[in-house]
C-alpha cells in the first residue's frame, strides 16, 4: 500500500467510524422515543434537581419530594386523551393501594406552563384523586425538568380555523422515582391495572 492510498484507507475508515457513531446515537434517541423514556442505559441520567410552583402557587423543589418515593407524570390541561386517562388511571390505582398509597407521592408536571397556571392546575386536578399535586413554572423552569427527565414533548399548531391555538405531543409513561430520588421504574401508557398496581405496591414498599 502506498502512503496515499494508506491516508485514502484511513480516512475512510474515520469517516465509516464517524457514520457508525451518528448512526448508533441515531437510532438510541430514536428507541428512547418509541420507548418513551430513555433506555436501561439512560436510567441513571433520569431525574434532577428541580424548582418550580405547586397548584397552589407555592415554591417548590425536589427536595420537597425527597423522603419518600414520588409518581411524575408529565402532560398538560389542554390534553384531549393520555393526559385524562392516565390521572383516572392513577387515582384509581391509588384507591386500589388502599393506605399504601398514602407512602406514596404522585404529581403532575406541565409540559405547557403557559397555558396552565397554578389556578388552571387546581381546577384540573380536582377531577382527580386529590393527592396529586400539580406542578408548573416559567417555560424556562419546566424545560429544564423535562429535558433532565428525559421527556419527550413538541408543541404542534392546530389547524387554521381552530384560533391558532396548539396541542402538545409528549410522553406518556409515567416515572416511579425511589424515595431519594432514583429512578425507580415506569408505568407504560394502556398497561393493565394489575401491573401498574404491582409495580406502586413495590415503589410503596420498597422504595
Ligand atoms: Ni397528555
Redesign the pocket.
Known sequence: MTVRKLRVFLWLAVVAVAGLSLALVVSDSARERLAGVGGSEGVAAIGGPFSLVDHQGEPVSHADFLGRPTVYFF??TH?P???PT?LHELSAWLQELGPEADRLQVVFVTVDPERDRPEEMARYLQAFDERIVGLTGSPEQVSEMTGNWRVYVRKVPLDEGEGGDYT?D?T?SVYLMDSESRFFGTIAFGEADDSAIAKLRRLAQEG
Open positions: 402532560g398538560f390534553c386523551d393520555v393526559c392516565t402538545v409528549h406518556a
